[in-house]
């Protein structure tokens, strides 16, 4: 059985790798926050884009059921 002081060496060595693997996980995760929230910025512009360009285009497009209904 290992002597007090080489456990407590290992429970701190253990706390300190844990605790380096969060604060990475934690820079990693706010870096896909700063990402996703880039996307949804440029997912709604485009969506606005989208919708503007089909109410300039729907007086010239002719509304009629697909062929297979």
Do not use: C, F
């Amino acid at each position: 059985m290992n002597s007090d002081p080489e456990r407590l060496a290992r429970l701190e060595m253990i706390a300190t790798e844990q605790e380096r693997t969060i604060e990475e996980l934690s820079g990693q995760l706010a870096a896909q926050w700063t990402v996703i929230d880039r996307l949804e910025k440029r997912l709604a512009a485009l969506t606005q884009r989208l919708l503007e360009l089909e109410e300039q285009n729907a007086p010239d497009v002719p509304v009629t059921r697909p062929p297979h209904y």
